[in-house]
């Protein structure tokens, strides 16, 4: 499933308030490495690893986290060593989870339409 971006002009939802106290605030390098981490896991499950460089998405963090949004990890950063991280950490719990089971069955299910069409 392929999702597509579209920029909207329209004034933020937030006030000058809100949005000046963000910008305000600073990461340090925890939060940060913490925040890259969970941005690598959603772009792993759902997402091309290309997300983080679209403007739309760019705008979307700046909101959230203005402080984050100066720092977000590119594409290439989140395939290397982010990517490595994660594929370590569920290997380590898959193993683990293989380790503590004696009876364990695993289920793959897909599909294919015979006529190349996605519904």
């Keep these: 499933m392929r999702f597509y971006f579209c920029h909207l002009s329209q004034p933020s939802a937030l006030s000058s308030d809100s949005t000046s106290q963000k910008e305000n605030q600073t990461l340090n390098g925890e939060t940060k490495k913490n925040i890259d981490m ?7 499950a759902l997402y091309s690893l290309r ?5 739309a998405f760019k ?3 700046k909101a959230l986290n203005p402080s984050y949004a100066s720092v977000i990890p ?4 989140l395939s290397g060593s982010l990517l490595d991280q994660h594929f370590n950490k569920c290997s380590t719990t898959i193993n683990e989870i293989l380790e503590s089971h004696t009876n364990l069955t695993l289920l793959s299910d897909g599909w294919t339409n015979i006529r190349g069409v996605i519904s």
């Design 51 to 55: 997300l983080v460089e679209s403007e």
């Design 74 to 77: 590119c594409a290439k950063a």
């Design 38 to 44: 969970k941005l690598a896991n959603f772009s792993i």
């Design 59 to 61: 705008e979307f963090v």
